[in-house]
């Protein structure tokens, strides 16, 4: 049940139709892991953890540096040097007491990626290399997890969400695509944000895309990403959805 203090914080979710009283239970029931606390973690927990989501696990081995900070808003200047997980997890209790936060300092990899993804209900991905999302995608699919991935560069922003391991044991014509079916091996000329750079407002904007995504798949509000991509182009002002189909010889959700 919501508290009289939860019910006055939440008011302007339980107003809406999509969500109410009934959805804003189920984002307090709600256990979110968040991979990375960077650029599109970092606000993506802030809003999770503004909307009462009632559990986030905050996975992450890095620590504050001073040039995180141009998008990085969950952190201060005084946190330089001090481990993300940590320091998030302190801003989001003082954002919303009721939120109860894991702060896991550990590098997610093939080996341990089922363990610090196990027993959540969602999982939102903003890490930037693809080793990492690889890990995540597997384990996501083989825990039968939906996964919001989330990336960013200079000026453009894609959202996705992928729900290959809930729809596995459906009819082959019915499932969906995973992670590997839009990119299916590390891309010979993948950058980073450290080496192309990025405009700061932009990892905002896909965070607080991946976040809304989350809360609507939670609350089961509106329309699904599932099967499709949402590309932002910063600089245009403008996005679109593109269709993603599932690739049968993928070598995760299909026969590869």
Request: overall charge neutral; aromatic content about 4%.
């Amino acid at each position: 049940m919501l508290s009289a203090e939860e019910r006055e914080r939440y008011a302007r979710h339980i107003l809406l139709k999509e969500i109410g009283g009934p959805g804003q239970q189920l984002l307090k029931a709600a256990r979110v892991a968040i991979v990375g606390a960077g650029g599109l973690g970092a606000p993506a927990a802030l809003y999770l953890a503004a909307a009462g989501v009632g559990h986030l696990r905050l996975i992450d081995d890095d620590v504050v540096s001073l040039s995180n900070l141009q998008r990085q808003i969950v952190f201060e200047s005084d946190d330089a040097g001090a481990p993300k997980v940590q320091r998030a997890a302190t801003a989001l209790k003082k954002l919303n007491p009721h939120v109860e936060i894991d702060a896991r300092r550990e590098r997610l990899t093939n080996a341990n990626a089922r363990e610090l993804l196990a027993g959540v209900d969602l999982v939102l991905d903003g890490t930037d290399d693809f080793a990492t999302r690889f890990a995540v995608n597997s384990a996501c699919h083989a825990l039968a997890v939906t996964l919001i991935s989330g990336a960013v560069g200079r000026w453009d922003g894609q959202v996705a969400t992928f729900k290959s391991g809930p729809t596995k044991h459906l009819p082959e014509s019915q499932r969906l695509p995973c992670y590997r079916c839009f990119v299916p091996e590390t891309p010979p000329n993948a950058e980073t944000c450290a080496q192309v750079g990025v405009v700061g407002a932009l990892a905002g904007v896909i965070g607080s895309m991946m976040a809304l995504e989350a809360i609507k798949e939670i609350a089961d509000a509106g329309e699904s990403l599932a099967g499709r991509i949402l590309l932002f182009d910063g600089l245009g002002a403008n996005a679109r959805r593109v269709a993603l189909p599932r690739d049968p010889a993928c070598v995760v959700c299909g026969h590869g």
